[in-house]
């Protein structure tokens, strides 16, 4: 049969195998997916923070960076997102803030931006300036994309597709835009 030490190290490795798989499991539980779905929206808040200091700011993983924003300090919003069950703003380059420390102070939609934001009436959403958003976005409809800080270009809201790399966006089907 089995001497002890044998029965021993078996029952060890398979105690090690488990908490290694469910520690795996708890970590990949915990990852958030980088590639949020944010729905572009163009607006300011108001930081309305009650605590003492400033509020973290946040990646789009919901890891806490190297930034802070102020009390009673104002930030454009370019997009907002749903990241670790919070509803977030984007305030910049792979900036968010969480929604409960702030105070919509002005809010653009299709109705109510300036004439340059309005989209026609017979469309839905408002256009958004592509070299301000910091991102590789395609045009669901042209089948075009566009790189950030390149010539600026204006894509209806809802024809936005986000990629992570130019290789992504070619491989569905987009091309670069001029």
Same mark, same amino acid.
Do not use: C, H
């Given at each position: 049969m089995f001497s002890k030490?044998?029965?021993?190290? *078996?029952?060890? @490795?398979?105690?090690?195998?488990?908490?290694? !798989?469910? #520690?795996?499991?708890?970590?990949?539980?915990?990852?958030?997916?980088?590639?949020?779905? &944010?729905?572009?929206m163009h607006g300011k808040i108001i930081v309305k923070y009650s605590g003492k200091g400033k509020v973290h700011l946040l990646n789009e993983d919901g890891k806490y960076i190297k930034k802070y924003a *102020?009390?009673?300090?104002?930030? *454009?919003?370019? !997009?907002?997102?749903?990241?670790? *069950?919070?509803?977030?703003?984007?305030? #910049?380059?792979?900036?968010?803030?969480p929604a409960k420390y702030t105070k919509k102070a002005s809010t653009?939609?299709?109705?109510?931006?300036?004439?340059?934001?309005? @989209?026609?009436?017979? &469309?839905? =959403?408002?256009?958004?300036n592509t070299s301000s958003v910091g991102k590789i976005i =395609?045009?669901?409809?042209?089948?075009?994309f566009y790189l950030p800080g390149k010539k600026n270009h204006k894509i209806l809201s809802l024809n936005m597709v986000f990629f992570s790399s130019k290789k992504e966006a070619e491989e569905a089907g987009y091309k670069l835009a001029n």
């Open positions: 030490n044998a029965v021993k190290a *078996k029952l060890l @490795a398979i105690i090690l195998a488990l908490v290694i !798989a469910l #520690g795996m499991s708890w970590l990949a539980s915990q990852r958030v997916n980088a590639s949020i779905k &944010e729905t572009a *102020k009390k009673d300090s104002k930030w *454009k919003v370019y !997009a907002k997102a749903t990241i670790r *069950k919070q509803l977030m703003y984007r305030i #910049g380059k792979n900036t968010w803030i653009k939609t299709a109705a109510s931006a300036p004439v340059q934001w309005k @989209a026609k009436s017979s &469309e839905k =959403g408002f256009l958004v =395609g045009n669901k409809t042209t089948k075009k």
